[in-house]
C-alpha cells in the first residue's frame, strides 16, 4: 500500500524545510520539497535608496552573511554601469573566497558528516588505530594517538552523563552507517576542530568589512582605505587596512589552506571510499547552471569560475546564459503560494517579478495538497528547464571550460575512488565537488592577495570609485543584475530604479533553483528529482533522505522566511 512519508522540519540546514516522500514499499516514487516560511525582502525594498538595498539583503541570511549584499551592490552597480577600482574587486574576490572556504568546510564537518559518520560507534574505536588511519589519509599535525585518546574520552563523558550534546537525536546505529569505529572517531575529531578553526577564518572579513556575520560593503567599492607606512595605522577614523591588518589576512589563507589539504580533503576521499554506491544515487535533473564569479579586475567581463549552462549531463557544450534575456530566466508560482496578476502557468523574469502572497492554500494539514500550491518557494527555470547550481555545477563548468586545476582534481578523485566519471552525477558527486572547489579557491586566494600587495608596493591605494555617487548624474529609469556564486549555487538579484527610488527588487537564490516545487508542466526541481527513485533500508528513520538533501547545502532562509505582516505564525512545524 502506498505512504507518504513526511519529514518536517529537515534539520542541519539554515531554514524551513519539508521534504514528504510518497513510497512505493521501502523506494520513494515522488518526492515534493516545500519551504514552510514566506520571504517579503522584495516588498520591504520597494521606495528605498539602491545604495542602502545590501543592508537589507544582507540580512536574507546569517549563514551566507556577505553573498546576498555583494549581489544586491553589483545589481545597482550594473543598472548604473558604475565601474569599481582593481583594488576593490581584489578585496571583494578575498571575502568572497573566505565565505566560500568556511561555508564548505563547516557544512560538511557540522551540518553534512553526521549522515555519514556514527558518533557512537566512535566510542569503539582504538585511538592507535585511529591515529594510524588518519596519518594514512592525511598529515593533519594533531593525529595522534595521545589526542584521539582525548577526544575519546571527552565524548565517553557525553554519552555517560545521559546525554550525546551536539550529537543527540540522530540515526546512530542505523544500518547504512558504513565506517569503521575508527574513521568514525577521526571525523568526529576533526569536527571538534573546525570549530575552533572557523574563528580564524572569519577574521577576513572582520578585517576588511569590519564584523562578521554581515560584513560592511559599499556601492561603487569597497569600505576600507589602505594605509601605507607612515600613516596613523587606520587613519583618524580608523577604518583603514594597514600592514599588520594584510598580514594578519595572508596569515589567515595560510591556515585556511592547510586545513582543508590536511584535513577536509582527505577525510573526504576517506569517507567516500566506504560509500561507493552513492555514487549511483541522487543526480536530479541532469541540467547544471553557473552565474559566475571572482572577476578578473583587470579583464572585462572575464570570470574565474565561468558562466554558463549544461543539459543533460553533456559537458562538451556550455551553453551562453544571459541574465538579462527575458526568455532565459523565469520563475514559475504554479505549485507555489503567490499569485501573478496574468494567471500562474506564465512565468515572470525578474525584472518583471511579482509578490503576491496567496495565504489560503498554505494552510495545509496533515499532508501538502501538491496537485496545487505546495511551497512558499517559486520555480526558477532556465528556457523552462529546472537546472541544478551549486558546487558541483560549477566544478562541471570549470571542467567543461577547460580549468586545468579542476580537471586534474577531478580525475585524480575519480581514479582513487575507481569511480567512472558517471559518479559526478549523485549525491556523492555533489559533496565530493565541494570539496574539490574548496581546494581551488583556497588556492585562488593567494594569488588574489599578492596581486593586491603589488598594487599597494606601486602605490595605487584606491578601493572607492565616487564618480557616480550622487543621484543626481542617474539616469531617470535604470535596471541591472547583480550575480554572485554564493557556496550553494547561483545567486543574483534584479533591481529596477526609478527616479532614484527602487521601484521594483527581486532576488532569485541558490535554494529557489534547487528546492523549489514542481512548474505547470509539471518537472521537479532539482531536490526532488534526486530522491525520486531511492531506497530506503527503513522508513521510519529517514536517513537516506538526509544524505541526499543536505548533499546541496540547503539554505532556505534565503528563499523563505518572515512572519506575516501581523508578525503572526504562517505554519506549524510538525515533527514526525
Not at 243 to 248: F, K
Not at 339 to 359: I, Q, S, V
Not at 499 to 522: C, F, H, L, M
Amino acid at each position: 500500500m502506498s505512504q507518504r512519508i513526511v519529514v518536517d522540519p529537515i534539520t542541519r540546514i539554515e531554514g524551513h524545510l519539508r521534504i514528504e516522500a510518497q513510497m512505493a514499499g521501502n523506494t520513494i516514487e515522488q518526492a515534493y520539497s516545500s519551504g514552510t516560511m514566506v520571504r517579503g525582502i522584495e516588498l520591504i525594498l520597494q521606495g528605498r535608496d539602491p545604495r542602502d538595498a545590501w543592508a537589507f539583503t544582507q540580512r536574507i541570511c546569517g549563514v551566507c552573511t556577505l553573498v546576498h549584499a555583494m549581489a544586491s551592490i553589483r545589481a545597482v552597480e550594473d543598472a548604473l554601469k558604475y565601474p569599481i577600482p582593481p583594488n576593490a574587486q581584489l578585496i571583494r574576490n578575498l571575502m568572497i573566497a573566505a565565505q566560500y572556504v568556511h561555508d564548505h568546510v563547516m557544512h560538511f564537518y557540522h551540518l553534512h558528516a553526521l549522515d555519514w559518520v556514527d558518533v557512537v560507534s566512535a566510542l569503539k574505536a582504538d585511538p592507535d588505530q585511529t591515529a594510524a588511519l588518519a596519518k594514512a589519509v592525511g598529515p593533519y599535525a594533531k593525529n595522534s594517538p595521545t589526542y584521539f585518546k582525548e577526544i575519546q574520552q571527552r565524548l565517553l563523558r557525553f554519552a555517560e552523563g545521559g546525554q550525546l550534546g551536539i550529537f543527540g537525536n540522530a540515526y546512530w546505529g542505523h544500518p547504512e552507517y558504513k565506517l569503521p569505529p575508527e574513521a568514525n572517531l577521526m571525523a568526529v575529531a576533526h569536527y571538534l576542530e573546525a570549530l575552533t578553526w572557523q574563528r580564524d577564518v572569519v577574521q577576513i572579513h572582520t578585517i576588511f568589512g569590519g564584523k562578521n556575520p554581515h560584513p560592511n560593503f559599499v556601492v561603487g567599492g569597497v569600505p576600507c582605505a589602505i594605509a601605507v607606512e607612515g600613516q596613523n595605522g587606520g587613519g583618524a577614523s580608523g577604518t583603514a587596512v594597514d600592514m599588520v591588518g594584510l598580514m594578519r589576512v595572508k596569515e589567515v589563507i595560510r591556515v585556511m589552506g592547510e586545513f582543508v589539504d590536511q584535513a577536509y580533503l582527505p577525510d573526504i576521499l576517506a569517507i567516500a571510499g566506504f560509500y561507493p554506491e552513492w555514487a549511483t544515487v541522487g543526480e536530479g535533473v541532469g541540467n547544471f547552471l553557473t552565474y559566475g564569479d571572482f572577476p578578473d579586475p583587470y579583464a572585462k567581463d572575464k570570470l574565474m569560475i565561468p558562466r554558463g549552462v549544461i543539459l543533460n549531463r553533456d559537458i562538451s557544450t556550455l551553453h551562453k546564459l544571459d541574465l538579462h534575456d527575458p526568455e532565459q530566466i523565469q520563475e514559475f508560482v504554479s505549485h507555489s503560494w503567490y499569485d501573478y496578476a496574468g494567471g500562474n502557468d506564465k512565468g515572470l523574469h525578474p525584472y518583471k517579478g511579482e509578490t503576491k502572497f496567496r495565504t489560503a492554500e498554505a494552510d495545509f494539514k496533515e499532508q501538502l495538497n501538491v496537485d496545487k500550491g505546495y511551497s512558499w518557494l517559486k520555480s526558477p527555470r532556465w528556457r523552462g528547464k529546472p537546472v541544478e547550481v551549486g558546487p558541483l555545477a560549477r566544478m562541471l563548468v570549470l571542467h567543461a571550460s577547460g580549468h586545468a586545476q579542476a580537471q586534474e582534481l577531478v580525475n585524480a578523485t575519480l581514479g582513487r575512488l575507481k569511480l567512472p566519471v558517471s559518479a559526478l552525477f549523485s549525491t556523492l558527486g555533489r559533496t565530493a565537488a565541494r570539496a574539490l572547489e574548496t581546494k581551488i579557491i583556497v588556492d585562488a586566494m593567494a594569488g588574489w592577495f599578492d596581486q593586491l600587495m603589488a598594487n599597494i608596493k606601486r602605490g595605487e591605494l584606491e578601493t572607492f570609485n565616487n564618480a557616480k555617487w550622487d543621484p543626481g548624474m542617474w539616469p531617470s529609469h535604470a535596471q541591472g543584475a547583480g550575480f554572485t556564486e554564493a557556496p550553494r549555487g547561483a545567486l543574483a538579484h534584479w533591481v529596477v530604479i526609478d527616479d532614484g527610488k527602487i521601484s521594483n527588487y527581486q532576488a532569485v537564490v541558490p535554494s529557489t533553483w534547487n528546492a523549489g516545487p514542481r512548474d505547470p508542466e509539471g518537472q521537479p526541481g532539482p531536490y526532488e528529482a534526486a530522491l525520486a527513485g531511492q531506497r530506503m533500508v527503513d522508513p521510519t528513520k529517514p536517513l537516506e533522505i538526509l544524505r541526499t538533501i543536505h548533499s546541496f547545502d540547503p539554505c532556505i532562509a534565503c528563499a523563505v522566511h518572515v512572519l506575516d505582516p501581523d508578525g503572526g505564525e504562517v505554519t506549524r512545524v510538525k515533527v514526525v
